[in-house]
């Protein structure tokens, strides 16, 4: 870094200065916004604007610098250097214990585990089940108002209901093998901190973001790169935040907080799932050229961070029968939590299920919802999940391929023509 020269004694005096400031020195001791703190003792050319800069600047003129600074800025490069370690030796705990770095397993190795049931079932007709028509677990009739038309699950002993601790996945013998659902139990179990912390991110999400779907019962929060209503195609990222008076960089944390419990979410389905799910999804996203998930004020290529409570590491609806129309043939998500958090609300009739379980229609499978599940399925066929009691809570994310925001990236790119420089003016916002 090229410096301006200033005198001797203007730097001693400077030196003294900091040494002198109990609220500096404290800052070094903690190791916490010393260069905020630093940028308050002036921003002459010749002072350092950083504490890296300090420290060259400190060595260069050792003999002016008293040794109360020098002992300070010794033990503060210390504790960074073991902070650095811990987190790196975090990341490797977190990444072994969730198999991040694992190759992803066949349906057939997770099969051999012992762990995981393999069933070839093909999928039945679906015409007799209309989209819009309302599921609801057997035991709940009651929550269908008068006038709808709905569907009670199981319909019959041909169903296969998934139990909350089952894990299973599903063959299609017609399609060579082919997944057509995959539900696996548990695969965080290892780790709970990391699904309470999830869990505190999408709760901070449903206070203080939009929902995508206002008259439906919960919460959806978009997140990453959208496409506009319906009748305005404008390729963009989400800007979902409800209040307006927050700082840029306090969006910029929320946003990166959201980002990076997506990008957890995304590389535990990845690793998790079978490979014969994530191939095809991850051919399918290359094949598309979209650009990687984002924030706007982030100017990284790659990584993601995980703020957690020890420190920062960088790594409810019920809906109709209905189909997606995704440009990948499959879509994940996790389930983070579920439970009746008001029983007395909830009223559970016996043993019945307090709702909320995914339906695959064709399939003829009902999943029974539970923490921590991860799950992908194929959007194409009709789906839905059931009605839920009151006092019940489920949550978590989930990974889908819209063709409305392909199509609008298309567009977008048409008129563009450059992806990097669309996307860097996209994602790039001054406050």
């Known amino acids: 870094m090229a410096t301006q020269s200033i005198d001797s004694t203007h730097l001693r005096q400077y030196f003294e200065h900091l040494a002198g400031n109990t609220c500096f020195m404290d800052a070094l001791q903690t190791t916490s916004d010393v260069d905020k703190k630093l940028l308050a003792f002036g921003d002459d050319p010749g002072l350092a604007n950083t504490v890296v800069h300090l420290r060259l600047l400190a060595t260069k003129n050792d003999g002016l610098v008293p040794g109360s600074l020098k002992e300070a800025l010794r033990v503060y490069f210390?504790?960074?250097?073991?902070?650095?370690?811990?987190?790196?030796?975090?990341?490797?705990?977190?990444?072994?214990?969730?198999?991040?770095?694992?190759?992803?397993?066949?349906?057939?190795?997770?099969?051999?585990?012992?762990?995981?049931?393999?069933?070839?079932?093909?999928?039945?007709?679906?015409?007799?089940?209309?989209?819009?028509?309302?599921?609801?677990?057997?035991?709940n009739e009651d929550l269908v108002g008068s006038g709808n038309t709905a569907l009670s699950v199981p319909v019959d002993e041909s169903w296969y209901v998934i139990e909350p601790d089952e894990s299973i996945i599903f063959i299609d013998s017609k399609g060579i093998g082919s997944v057509s659902l995959a539900v696996l139990r548990g695969k965080c179990s290892k780790r709970p901190d990391l699904l309470t912390y999830v869990n505190g991110v999408i709760d901070e999400a449903v206070n203080d973001r939009k929902g995508v779907r206002p008259t439906h019962g919960g919460d959806l929060i978009q997140f990453g790169w959208n496409a506009g209503p319906w009748h305005a195609r404008v390729f963009g990222l989400v800007n979902n935040l409800t209040s307006?008076?927050?700082?840029?960089?306090?969006?910029?944390?929320?946003?990166?907080?959201?980002?990076?419990?997506?990008?957890?979410?995304?590389?535990?389905?990845?690793?998790?799932?079978?490979?014969?799910?994530?191939?095809?999804?991850?051919?399918?996203?290359?094949?598309?050229?979209?650009?990687?998930?984002?924030?706007?004020?982030?100017?990284?290529?790659?990584?993601?961070?995980?703020?957690?409570?020890?420190?920062?590491?960088?790594?409810s609806t019920?809906?109709?029968?209905?189909?997606?129309?995704?440009?990948?043939?499959?879509?994940?998500?996790?389930?983070?939590?579920?439970?009746?958090?008001?029983?007395?609300?909830?009223?559970?009739?016996?043993?019945?299920?307090?709702?909320?379980?995914?339906?695959?229609?064709?399939?003829?499978?009902?999943?029974?919802?539970?923490?921590?599940?991860?799950?992908?399925?194929?959007?194409?066929?009709?789906?839905?999940?059931?009605?839920?009691?009151?006092?019940?809570?489920?949550?978590?994310?989930?990974?889908?391929?819209?063709?409305?925001?392909?199509?609008?990236?298309?567009?977008?790119?048409?008129?563009?023509?450059?992806?990097?420089?669309?996307?860097?003016?996209?994602?790039?916002?001054?406050?």
């Open 244 to 315: 307006k008076r927050l700082s840029m960089t306090a969006r910029q944390q929320k946003d990166s907080r959201a980002l990076g419990i997506l990008a957890l979410s995304w590389n535990l389905l990845v690793a998790s799932l079978p490979a014969e799910v994530s191939t095809l999804c991850i051919e399918a996203i290359n094949e598309a050229g979209l650009p990687s998930m984002t924030v706007k004020g982030n100017n990284s290529d790659s990584g993601y961070t995980l703020d957690l409570p020890d420190g920062s590491l960088c790594f």
């Open 78 to 139: 210390v504790q960074c250097r073991k902070k650095k370690n811990a987190a790196r030796s975090e990341k490797r705990t977190i990444a072994k214990a969730l198999g991040l770095h694992a190759t992803p397993p066949t349906a057939q190795s997770l099969a051999a585990t012992g762990m995981v049931k393999v069933v070839i079932r093909d999928r039945f007709d679906d015409t007799g089940y209309k989209r819009g028509t309302l599921l609801v677990d057997r035991g």
């Open 318 to 431: 019920a809906d109709p029968i209905h189909t997606d129309q995704l440009y990948a043939p499959y879509a994940m998500n996790w389930v983070t939590f579920h439970s009746i958090v008001d029983p007395d609300q909830c009223q559970l009739h016996g043993d019945h299920s307090s709702g909320g379980n995914y339906v695959d229609v064709s399939l003829r499978v009902v999943v029974k919802c539970a923490t921590d599940t991860v799950m992908s399925m194929q959007p194409c066929f009709k789906h839905g999940t059931t009605l839920a009691r009151e006092g019940v809570c489920r949550q978590g994310t989930a990974i889908n391929f819209s063709k409305h925001i392909k199509k609008a990236f298309d567009e977008a790119i048409a008129i563009e023509g450059d992806v990097k420089a669309m996307v860097t003016q996209l994602a790039g916002e001054k406050e």
